[in-house]
């Protein structure tokens, strides 16, 4: 079985607030009902559209088999009604940006597999 992996971006304040419960629920999804993830193929773009100058940027790697029920997929994007589990969170990693501000996300254009 091919483990599906799914990605999210999120400040580190926004991170660092909401773990300490167990879960993980930005104030976004408080208003839209749910948290936007991304395909590997879909990261990049949701990057450079929603978080160009964001200086505190983290990339979150998440296994979706353990999202269960509340994961939804809607005209090809992963929506997850409810909040992500600590546990369900693979990789927290650093974003870099690029001089014109956008961020960096260099191992995601290999596939999505990275370390």
Not at 70 to 78: G, H, I, R, Y
Request: net charge negative; proline share 6%.
């Amino acid at each position: 079985m091919t483990m599906i992996l799914l990605y999210h971006l999120c400040s580190a304040a926004d991170w660092t607030t909401t773990v300490r419960m167990g879960h993980y629920l930005p104030p976004a999804a408080r208003l839209e009902g749910f948290i936007h993830l991304s395909t590997v193929e879909q990261v990049e773009e949701s990057a450079h559209k929603f978080f160009r100058n964001v200086t505190d940027l983290l990339l979150l790697t998440v296994d979706a088999a353990q999202l269960g029920a509340s994961l939804k997929w809607e005209n090809a994007f992963p929506h997850l009604y409810g909040p992500l589990p600590v546990m369900a969170v693979l990789a927290v990693e650093g974003v870099s940006l690029d001089a014109a501000g956008y961020p960096n996300l260099p191992f995601l254009r290999s596939g999505g597999q990275h370390r």
